[in-house]
Structure formats: structure tokens, C-alpha cells
């Protein structure tokens, strides 16, 4: 089985995990900018966080014959700093040129505050000023569903700003209908504890459709597994669908997504 | 199998929060008033509860005070 790891924190993971995805079929990985579990000091704690996931991660990946792309923002839990967050913005645009750089993510909301939505709406102008495409992070939680209606609401302000450019990412069931009616792309992120277990996905590909959808570990330095995606597959298998079906959601659908950036070179 | 581990472990989880005297938290609250949507026909349980689980506010608060979430919109904090 081939598949894409669509959302994956692979700075914060170990070379066996490489293995592990590699041995499992997968053939790229799409790594977004986020928080480092701690917040960073200063605008130059980003810039060699965008160096890393720009020039080091791809290498590292290659190893285990994965293509690595990539996404730059400053994260929305970081976002309650105005000042800081203008400086990591005003990075973003030397980096947008690098080969493995698909667009501006994941930007979004994380406690649904005044200075995270500024920073979220000054985020999209520079997708929009650049063509770029977009990945959203949503909230957690409780603030999962009023941050998806703001998110949503911002997108939809903006003129530029193509849905169907844009992939909306961790929904659950309350959040997923909102996203996918208005055009956007929708993640679904399989966590052990939070967001959605493997068959709260595919209960949700039967409900919603499996268009405009795609499935992700967001394996990052939390409580997190990097195989759920294979191990979704599995679920799917044991459901009854086919190579066909499975290789749909897991290696097409994202590749239709990225795809939409010239730099992403279908396996 | 899977549902019956599930069910009996939450029903263990409230039994542990009496026995430990932590039924008044709000998120407890929260949980037992989602408990009483599984009973609710079908479809939509599972978009229910999240519902019931949801901030359903509007406006965007002026700060972020904390960066976590607790799983439930606590009361005091309207």
C-alpha cells in the first residue's frame, strides 16, 4: 500500500520513525509549521526553525525515500504576541521559494482570541499576496467548534482566498459538515486520546463522502502515533473497502490537494 | 467488545470521582449532561455530544490567557 502522511511533525520525530513510515508505504510526508510545545523567545528562534524544516528534514527524510514538504507560519498558540508574531510573519515570504514549500500553515485559532484572529486574517493576506496554498489548524476541545465558525468566516471574508485551496484540518463531526459545505478541504486527525479514533474517520467518510477529505497522524512530540494512517487503513480494510477505495483517501485525495502547488511531485 | 470496555469504563470513572469527592467540577457536569444524549435516536449522537461539549459563543475573547483546552466550556469563565 502506498499513502501520503499529510500532516506530520517530523522534526519531533526519531529516524525510526522514518523507517517505521517508510516500511508501512509512505511516500511523503507534508509537515506544517507548529508550536514547539514550548513558546520560542524571539522572531530568530523561527528562522532556524524554517531552515530546519526547509533544508535539514527533506535530507533526512530522503534517507528513507520520503519526499518532505513543507508549510510556514507562526503557529496560532503563539499568535497571542502581536509583536512577535509580525516579525516570524515578515521571515515567511524568503523562505516561500524553497522547493518543498507548499503555502502558509498551519496557521488558524487556538483559544479564539482577538490577537489570534489578527494574526490568523494577516496570515491569509500573505497566502493571498503570494498564491500560496493554506492549511488551518483548529482548535481544541471546547473551542474547537467556535474557532472552526470563525476560521471559516475569515476564509470566506477574504476575496482571493480559493475553498477549494484550502484544507481546514482536525475536524470531528460537529466541525466537519461546516468546512466541507462551503468548499474547503477537511482533515481528520487520528489521535490515541483526542480529536478522532480510525473509525470515527471512516464513520465520517460514510456520512460526509470521501471528496475533498483526507486523514493525518499529526504526529508531533505529544501522545500521537505516526502509523495511524496505515493503521486506519487497516480498519478500512477489515470494513469491507477495496485497494481502490483505500488508496483514494490515504495516498490521492492528498495528492490532489498538494498538488495544486507546482512544487509537489506526485510519486 | 469494544463499546461494552468503553461504557463500563466510564461508568467506573464516575463511580472513582465520588469515591474521591470530584463530582462538582463543572467539566463533570459537562460529561453527565452528554451522558444523557446517548440515549437520544439516531444519527448524529456523536455531533451531538461534541455540540454539548462546545464553547457556543460567538465573539472572540479578548486574550488568551492559558493555551490548553479542558474539554468543556467552563461557566465561570462568561
Redesign the interface.
Known sequence: MRYIEPHAHMVSRTTDDYLSLACAGCKVVNEPAFWAGFDRASAQGFYDYFRQITEYEPKRAAKFCIDHYTWLCINP?EA?DPGLAREVMALIPEFLERPNVLGIGEIGL????????AILEEHIQIAADYDQLILVHT????????GT??IVDALRNHPKIDPARVIIDHV???TAPLVLDKGFWAGMTLYPESKVTPN?AI?MLE?YGHERIWMNSACDWGVSDPLSVPKAALEMRRRGYDDAFIDKIVYQNPAQFMGQSPRFKPV | MDARIKLIDIAAFLDRLDRHDQADDYRVHALREAISLLGGDGPGRAAEILDALSDQSEAPIEAATIQGAFGAPNPDSK
Do not use: G
Open positions: 498558540k497571542e487556538n483559544k479564539n482570541s482577538r490577537n489570534e484572529l482548535p481544541h476541545l471546547e473551542d474547537k467548534l467556535k465558525k470563525l470531528e463531526e460537529h470515527r464513520d456520512i
